[in-house]
C-alpha cells in the first residue's frame, strides 16, 4: 500500500502565497477588513498576502471550536432585526441563530460578524477566509445543535494580531484559512479505520486516548512545525491508533510523543513523530516513528509507521 492510500481524505496542497512584508497598507487593510480577509494595495497586487512581521509564510493547522461573535452593538442590533424577519418558533437559540446565518439573504451578517477560534477553551485566532465565498464553512461550524465534544480543524496563514476594534477589544493572531473541516469527535473516532483483528470495545477507547494526548499536548495552537504535524496525524493517519491499541493490547503505555526534526531534511522541512511505548511490567521501551513534510501549508506523510531506534 502507498502512503498516499494511507492517510484519511488528503487535502489537495493550496498554491503557495508570497510574503509582501514590505507593504504596510496589507497589514492594516488586512486587519481592519472583516468582510473581505484581506484588503486592496498598490505593492505589486500584494493584496490579500499574509505578512506576519517576521519575513516568512506562517503556517497554521489548528484543532479546536468555532464561534460567532458579536464586533459592536450595531451589529448585534442588525442581527436581532434579521431574526424577527426569519421563521424560527420552536426552535432553540442556537438553532435560531444557525437559522438565521443559513438564509441566503442575511449572508452579510455572516461576514459582519467576528469569528474567533477557541482551544482548549482559550480564545487562540481570529478567522478570515482568503476566498470570500468559504464563508459558508464558518455557518456550518456553528451547527444547529453544537455538542461538548465537537471539533474543527482550521487550516491556513497566521497573519498579525488583530486591531480592539475588530473584535470587541479581542486582540489574538488572525488565520486567514483555506480550509475547515467540523465534526463531532464521536464522528471522527468510529471513521476511524479498525484492524481487522480488534474489536470496537479494544480500539475505541485507545484511539480516543491517544486523541485526547494530542489535544492535550502543551500550548497546541497549531502554528509550530511540531504542533502542526501532531495534529495532521490526529486528524489524517489512522495507523497512529492502530499502533496504540495494539500496544495496550501487549499490556504497554503511551510514555511520549516527541517531534525532531528529520535528518533527511534538506530542501524540505521534515520531522520525525516519535511514539514510545513502555511495557507496565519490564519497563522496556519501544519507538516507533512517522514522517512528514511540514514545508508547505498542507502537511503530507513522507514514511509511514515504523520502528525508531536512537542514534
Not at 82 to 104: N, Y
Not at 144 to 152: Q, S, Y
Not at 226 to 252: F, S, T, V, W
Request: charged letters at 20%.
Amino acid at each position: 500500500m502507498n502512503e498516499q492510500a494511507e492517510t484519511m481524505d488528503q487535502p489537495v496542497n493550496a498554491n503557495d502565497m508570497q510574503v509582501a512584508a514590505s507593504c504596510p497598507e496589507v497589514r492594516s487593510n488586512m486587519a481592519i477588513s472583516p468582510q473581505t480577509g484581506g484588503g486592496s494595495c498598490g505593492c505589486g497586487g500584494a493584496a490579500g498576502m499574509i505578512p506576519n512581521g517576521t519575513g516568512t509564510i506562517s503556517y497554521v493547522y489548528a484543532i479546536g471550536r468555532v464561534e460567532a461573535r458579536f464586533p459592536n452593538l450595531a451589529a448585534e442590533k442588525e442581527f436581532a432585526q434579521a431574526t424577527g424577519r426569519t421563521e424560527t418558533a420552536g426552535k432553540t437559540d442556537q438553532q435560531a441563530f444557525h437559522a438565521v446565518l443559513s438564509e441566503r439573504q442575511n449572508r452579510y451578517l455572516v461576514r459582519q460578524l467576528c469569528w474567533v477560534l477557541t482551544i482548549q477553551g482559550l480564545e487562540t485566532y481570529l478567522l478570515q477566509p482568503r476566498d470570500p465565498a468559504d464563508i459558508d464553512m464558518l455557518v456550518d461550524a456553528t451547527r444547529p445543535a453544537p455538542a461538548p465534544n465537537d471539533i474543527d480543524v482550521v487550516i491556513g496563514l497566521r497573519g498579525p494580531i488583530a486591531p480592539p476594534e475588530m473584535c470587541n477589544g479581542l486582540m489574538v493572531p488572525i488565520i486567514v484559512f483555506d480550509q475547515i473541516y467540523s465534526f463531532g469527535r464521536e464522528t471522527l473516532i468510529k471513521a476511524i479505520p479498525r484492524p481487522e483483528k480488534m474489536t470496537d470495545k479494544q480500539f475505541g477507547p485507545a484511539a480516543e486516548e491517544l486523541f485526547d494526548r494530542i489535544m492535550q499536548m502543551t500550548d497546541n495552537a497549531g502554528a509550530t512545525d511540531e504542533h502542526r504535524a501532531l495534529n495532521y496525524l490526529a486528524m489524517r493517519y489512522p495507523a497512529i491508533y492502530a499502533k496504540a491499541a495494539e500496544e495496550y493490547g501487549q499490556d504497554c503505555s503511551l510514555t511520549g510523543v516527541e517531534v525532531r526534526p528529520s535528518p533527511l531534511s534538506s530542501g524540505r522541512n521534515i520531522v520525525d513523530v516519535i511514539f514510545s511505548y513502555t511495557n507496565r511490567n519490564t519497563d522496556f521501551t519501544e519507538k516507533y516513528f512517522v514522517r512528514c513534510d511540514m514545508t508547505e501549508e498542507f502537511p503530507f506523510l513522507v514514511a509511514k509507521m515504523s520502528p525508531y531506534y536512537d542514534r
